[in-house]
């Protein structure tokens, strides 16, 4: 169960069950240029078959590629800021051309995950937890009793902190992976974040404020309700609350604590993410709409009403703000002449999107990780939305934390932390 946030992999669990046989076993000589339908259904149990275990190439596009701005400044813990510029007209423009190959159920064996599958290479569903090329699970980390709301790695530091609706916050050593220590809050946790030397957890009616340092806390009273959201914006600590208010402390050094600042109003329902780039204070909520927000006066100068279901999670890339919905879409918005946002570009699921973190690959390339309410996270190239990768879990995935090297974590509503990384040399197809 160990890993190292710092570059070296004491114990890497990147194979979990995949098959070991060459390729060309599953395709011998004088075999027939069809593709099996078993072999496609996960059941082919011939060994060799007259017809191909892969699939036929498709058509050779002679489209230039388009290119591949890289995340610049990360403004936040989800993902990068703004910068660069990147043509609109690029956005899904690739999106046909799929690395990903299917070649089972996409659904994980309940059995397998039991430790009772029977059946070996010849089950037709998945005995692992990601498909893709270029990362693989390094441990896993289990404690947590339910859905896990946060997960903050700060700079610099050896601790992993993950907060969950079960009360509790868990410290965990970085070298050893294993948990250190237990808070127990009481209550439930609704977001977790760090800034400088604070450890911040959104909790009911209030926001809770550690020094890693000092180990000195203050709780920040005004919330009414749950606590869903917590963004760092130039000075000011902003939360997204329950009753649609987005309340704001800015903190005082000389007397060591946060001091209330402005309270936002517009939100008619729960704010449930915020996100802070190009100097403005972006929000969603339930009430299905994006709020605007200039950071130099708190007013808000825009409101964008593109989706029809609540707005689960926001991000920036490049120009770009990124937002998705229980709609089943992921939305692009882009400046027009004025300043104001409009949509560019949307990008359709089968499922409600939950979770959106911008992160790079090995390659330094630009990839959106997608988490969907069919507990499972997709993994993106962007600008062309090229799928590469899906990760799996019991059930939906909430939290998504960066980390350093290639290093980034998955939180699911079992409570279970996953710990992935970035590989420079592909995976096998099912890592």
Request: charged residues 20%; contains cysteine.
């Amino acid at each position: 169960m160990d890993f190292d946030l710092n570059g070296g992999n004491k114990r890497v669990f990147n194979r979990l069950g995949g098959s070991n046989r060459p390729a060309a076993a599953a395709a011998a000589k004088g075999s027939r240029q069809e593709v099996c339908s078993y072999w496609r259904a996960g059941r082919c149990n011939r060994n060799p078959c007259q017809f191909l275990h892969r699939e036929l190439p498709g058509p050779v596009s002679n489209k230039r590629v388009a290119d591949e701005s890289g995340f610049a400044g990360p403004s936040h813990r989800r993902g990068p800021g703004f910068n660069g510029s990147s043509s609109s007209n690029t956005w899904g423009r690739f999106g046909g051309n799929s690395r990903t190959v299917v070649t089972k159920t996409e659904k994980v064996c309940r059995y397998w995950v039991d430790g009772s599958c029977s059946h070996g290479d010849k089950c037709r569903y998945l005995h692992c937890w990601s498909k893709g090329d270029g990362f693989s699970l390094l441990t896993q980390l289990d404690g947590h009793e339910k859905l896990v709301s946060g997960i903050a790695l700060p700079s610099g530091s050896d601790k992993l902190y993950t907060g969950s609706k079960d009360g509790t916050i868990r410290v965990w050593d970085c070298a050893s992976g294993q948990c250190t220590s237990v808070l127990n809050l009481g209550a439930e946790v609704g977001c977790v974040i760090n800034e400088g030397p604070w450890l911040l957890v959104g909790m009911p009616n209030l926001v809770k404020a550690w020094n890693m340092e000092t180990s000195v806390d203050q709780s920040l009273s005004g919330p009414v309700g749950q606590v869903y959201s917590l963004v760092v914006g130039t000075d000011l600590l902003f939360a997204g609350t329950q009753d649609g208010s987005i309340l704001a402390w800015r903190y005082n050094a000389a007397t060591n604590c946060f001091e209330p600042a402005a309270s936002l109003k517009g939100h008619t329902l729960a704010v449930v993410t915020l996100y802070v780039g190009a100097n403005r204070l972006y929000s969603g909520s339930m009430d299905k709409s994006i709020k605007v927000w200039s950071l130099d006066n708190l007013q808000c100068i825009q409101t964008l009403t593109d989706h029809t279901s609540v707005v689960m999670s926001l991000i920036c890339w490049d120009q770009f703000l990124l937002s998705c919905s229980l709609d089943n879409t992921v939305k692009i918005w882009a400046a027009v002449e004025g300043g104001n946002l409009e949509v560019t570009y949307t990008h359709k699921e089968e499922h409600g999107v939950l979770a959106l973190c911008g992160v790079h690959d090995a390659e330094a390339k630009p990839v959106l990780l997608c988490s969907c309410n069919d507990s499972t996270l997709r993994l993106y190239d962007l600008p062309s939305f090229t799928e590469r990768g899906k990760i799996f879990a019991k059930q939906e995935i909430r939290s998504i934390q960066i980390g350093p090297g290639g290093i980034f974590f998955t939180g699911d509503g079992t409570g279970q932390v996953k710990v992935w990384k970035w590989s420079t040399a592909p995976t096998t197809a099912m890592s």
